[in-house]
T-cell receptor, first 111, second 115 residues
């Protein structure tokens, strides 16, 4: 199906474990983004990518790593999960930067 | 520094009435884009409308329009003829130009449409 997908949709992990959240888009959009959404903060940008092999930090990058070896995929890795990383994570893609399409979100709980 | 302010944490509107959701922003960049998103209780983020800082006319998309007042740095969303399905959280967001892709969001306004 065309669009932007995220997996898993729900994840529970323990403090200190490595976790990877997957994001896949079928439009070949150049730009991709990772956000986290916490109560009272709206959405905050973690990392973004302007093209394959080009990534840069957003507002809250600490504790996260991204890669983009292929245009359609933009995985987000939590190297050593902490409770403060419990959140809803959204991936998004855009071609023009005038419209941004969001994935369905991943609800991550770190215990 | 970029800043987005949504001062209305919650609002009510009667079905079929129009409602305005407020958004003010602050930036020193002359090139920027303003966005509104809807987030229903199901959690997905739905793009509604975009306004570029150099766009001459206010943006409209169906029942949504953006009341862009550049001098006042406001970008209010107007929803006409409210429907029960419009009940959701609404976020205003801004992206500056100049090669940065950083995007900041307001804290949102929860709209409840009453039958």
């Amino acid at each position: 199906d065309a669009g932007i997908t995220q997996s898993p949709r729900y994840k529970i992990t323990e403090t200190g474990r490595q976790v990877t959240l997957m994001c896949h888009q079928t439009w070949s959009h150049s730009y991709m983004f990772w956000y986290r959404q916490d109560l009272g903060h709206g959405l905050r940008l973690i990392y973004y990518s302007a093209a394959a092999d080009i990534t840069d930090k957003g507002e809250v990058p600490d504790g996260y790593v991204v890669s983009r070896s292929k245009t359609e995929n933009f995985p987000l890795t939590l190297e050593s999960a902490t409770r403060s990383q419990t959140s809803v994570y959204f991936c998004a893609s855009s071609e023009s930067l005038r419209v941004e399409y969001f994935g369905p979100g991943t609800r991550l709980t770190v215990t | 520094a970029q800043k987005i302010t949504q001062t209305q944490p919650g609002m009510f509107v009667q079905e079929k009435e129009a409602v305005t959701l407020d958004c003010t922003y602050d930036t020193s960049d002359p090139s920027y884009g303003l966005f509104w998103y809807k987030q229903p209780s199901s959690g997905e983020m739905i793009f509604l409308i975009y306004q570029g800082s150099y766009d001459q006319q206010n943006a409209t998309e169906g029942r949504y329009s953006l009341n862009f007042q550049k001098a006042r740095k406001s970008a209010n969303l107007v929803i006409s003829a409210s429907q029960l399905g419009d009940s959701a959280m609404y976020f205003c967001a801004m992206r500056e130009g100049g090669g940065t892709y950083k995007y900041i969001f307001g804290t949102g306004t929860r709209l409840k449409v009453l039958a």
